[in-house]
């Protein structure tokens, strides 16, 4: 079982042997949302069996060995110590992007029209400077069925490589988070039409991290071998961009100097760039828009409890920024599995998993 305060600590060790320590200490959670996340792909995606998704699955392996071999191994220990296959951790981490892929594509064979995918993962996240400096937040909005799994996972320094705290699941190499030189990164998905075979997308996160500067930060996004549709916002105490992407495409849309007052923006599930736009779609049951449209109402933040506000908001429900359309009947629908908050400036990361309406953010302490 997952501890009460959902804090997993990984080792300094090498990436398998890190892999290794999360794949025993969550061995039955990483085997359940795995197969909740199959079962998902299946019932969502394009795949014609179970086997086929492995199969496809197992084609990213040798995208994330060339990409990064430390992270490769990483995965194959989460394998190796939850008992499940390779494939099956990519399927757990892939997951969102799998479900846009058309398998006949990646083997090579005819394509059937795409039918209406059901991908409105509706993740809202905001960068803005403030008089607590720099700061970056999301809300991560997911499956209903993945809230018993979200984790804070913590990195510690190796080399040159900065300490760093991450959002998580069982079983992931880490969805979002901030490193000590004050550098963060945002995630919200993007429905696109090129989706291809390409990077494990928590793997990119996770390198992302070991940079110090937003700005080196944008290049490996904008540099990676991506599979499909995403937004990555990465800031520093100075700078921050938004980046859409699709299987094919990448764009900055947005900079932000974070050095004077008031500066920022938001990004929610639909594409505010013209180029990426082009690929992309938006589900019919997602409330991206309304979203956008509460966040934009908005004055500029003051302090970083205004942001946190504003995404643990329940205005306008069911269309609101905190999401709760998952319920017992439909515990797959929407629902905000945790709340992410990081002061770059001070270098202060916070988190709530699950809601976080008038909840008080729970610090997570550096070694």
Not at 17 to 37: S, V, Y
Not at 105 to 120: I, M, N, Q, T, Y
Not at 310 to 326: F, K, N
């Amino acid at each position: 079982m997952i501890a009460v305060d959902r804090v997993l600590r990984l080792p300094v060790e090498s990436g398998f042997e890190r892999g290794l320590f999360q794949g025993r200490a969550l061995r039955d959670e990483i085997a359940a949302i795995a197969g909740i996340r199959s079962a998902l792909c299946l019932a969502q995606g394009m795949f014609r069996s179970d086997e086929e998704l492995l199969r496809i699955a197992a084609l990213h392996l040798p995208v994330l060995e060339a990409f990064d071999p430390d992270l490769y191994a990483e995965l194959l220990g989460i394998a190796e110590g939850s008992g499940q296959s390779s494939e099956r951790i990519v399927v757990l981490n892939h997951y969102t992007d799998l479900k846009d892929l058309d398998p006949r594509v990646a083997l090579g064979e005819a394509s059937e029209a795409h039918r209406d995918l059901d991908k409105e993962e509706d993740c809202t996240a905001v960068v803005a400077a403030t008089e607590d400096g720099a700061v970056l937040a999301q809300t991560w909005d997911m499956h209903g069925s993945a809230a018993p799994f979200v984790i804070a996972m913590h990195l510690p320094s190796v080399g040159e490589v900065p300490e760093a705290w991450m959002l998580s699941i069982a079983g992931c190499l880490g969805m979002a988070g901030m490193n000590r030189a004050g550098l963060g990164v945002t995630i919200n998905n993007l429905k696109s039409s090129d989706a291809r075979v390409g990077l494990v997308w928590p793997a990119l996160v996770r390198r992302v991290l070991r940079e110090t500067g937003a700005k080196e930060a944008r290049d490996v996004v904008t540099s990676a071998p991506l599979g499909s549709g995403h937004h990555y916002l990465v800031a520093d105490p100075e700078h921050a961009y938004g980046i859409e992407t699709s299987g094919t495409l990448r764009e900055v849309w947005a900079r932000a100097d974070l050095q004077d007052l008031g500066n920022g923006f938001h990004h929610e599930n639909h594409c505010l760039g013209t180029e990426v736009a082009q690929v992309s779609s938006i589900s019919h049951t997602s409330t991206t828009l309304s979203r956008h449209a509460f966040m934009a109402q908005q004055p500029p933040p003051r302090r970083a409890s205004d942001l946190w506000s504003r995404l643990t908001s329940h205005e306008g429900y069911p269309q609101s920024v905190c999401t709760h359309l998952a319920s017992q009947e439909q515990p797959h629908a929407m629902l905000t599995c945790a709340v992410l908050s990081m002061q770059l400036t001070r270098q202060a990361m916070a988190w709530h998993p699950g809601c976080g309406h008038e909840k008080t953010p729970i610090l997570l302490p550096w070694d």
